[in-house]
């Protein structure tokens, strides 16, 4: 057997496959040639993108050679979601989309090397199609009756699903045979959400090209509760810091589950097989200490914000509770921290006592006075005394920054404006 695929089978990343046993047999011959594509239906890819970009990256250090595709044809329409049809954005909005979706995704592989990675967009095989050669040379190839059949479809029956999202899957298939007749593509890997449109254009090639070629689908990540993976309170969890601060992303990392953890390092981490059952077995005898959060934490950090913003993330968060000096760190560190906290951004200035409810570290003006007066409160990470103090701009950190704390662990802040 492979041992790549025996790799991905024990990280849990194989869900599905084309003939496990032909797609072996055709990476053992390889190097092979394989695309994974990312639609811009928003302005950033997210946790659940991440699989798959660590997934070409596993595959190119194995040697082959990946295609990594931005879907400016495919992300004007967007892939049939089960919840209603999805909001048609401009062409404008998801050109802009493309260009800062392909700097994310360059990020994760290599484009030096005998095996050096591709960029390419569908919109340059589909926007000058017509309509007429869209129906008969690709359309002419997909029975309708199967079409139907398939899940997200047969969900939306009911519920009402347009043309133009029932035959996304066209487009998708379209691009694979695309990529087989111009590189010679002959492996696909996505979601196992995706693994229709994966075998629609293994279909597809096999009945318009006679070639054969080859899909495998990685498994959607749940939480222990069985919900998705990369969902918090204030929404997803983005791959660009300007909407997911590495301060927020390091945090989302850190605060899994001790039953998820070790799930969660096979997938997003690169350690060893060695190195992970040791950290396994630390979580099962020690788990307070939560050393597998913090590999898992660092690691994926490391790999998507780089070294400096896991360091400086990691600074933050001691610095927030009383461990390290807040005015070490930068401005936009600090920003990121509060916007995550909820702090909110004011004009006016504050007594301390009016900052402490307004940033909700305490219920009430009468609450934050009494904390004051039992020595429990904090600015700054210095013991506030008096209840009338106030925050004039000297006091704050960059002349912008008030971290609030309660206790030990009650943090908020204030931004001034």
Partial sequence: MNALLDDLRWRGLIAHSTDPDALAAHLDAG????????????????????????????LQDAGHQPYMLVGGATGLIGDPKESGERIMNSVETVAGWVERIRGQVERFVSFDGPN??????????????????????????????????????????????SYTEFSYVLLQSMDFRELFRRHGVTLQTGGSDQWGNLTAGVELIRRSDQGRVHAMATPLLTKADGTKFGKTEAGT???????????????FFLNAEDAKVIDYLKVFSFRSREEIED???ATAETPHLRVAQR????????????AAEREAAVAAAAALFGRGRLDELAPEVLDGVL???GAPTVTDQLTVVDAMALSGVVDSKGAARRAITEGGAY?????????????????????????????????????AG
Avoid: C
């Fill in 237 to 251: 969890v983005w791959l660009d810091g300007s909407l997911t601060s590495p301060y927020a992303f390091h945090q």
């Fill in 31 to 58: 190097p092979v040639k394989f695309y994974v594509g990312f639609d811009p239906t928003a302005q950033s890819v997210h946790t659940g993108n991440l699989v798959q970009l660590l997934l070409a990256k596993r």
């Fill in 279 to 281: 950290l396994e077995r």
């Fill in 116 to 161: 050096a990675a591709t960029m390419v967009n569908n919109y340059d095989w589909t926007a000058e199609m017509s309509v007429l050669d869209f129906l008969r040379d690709v359309g002419k190839h997909f029975p309708v009756n199967r079409m139907l059949a398939r899940d997200v479809v047969a969900r939306r029956l009911e519920s009402g699903i």
């Fill in 339 to 341: 916007r995550e906290v």
């Fill in 295 to 306: 590999a898992l934490a660092d690691d994926v950090t490391d790999l998507v914000h780089g």
């Fill in 379 to 415: 600015l700054n990470n210095e013991k506030v005394t008096d209840p009338d103090l106030v925050l004039t701009p000297d006091r704050l950190i960059h002349g912008r920054f008030a971290v609030l704390r309660r206790g030990r662990r009650t943090v908020g802040g204030i931004v």
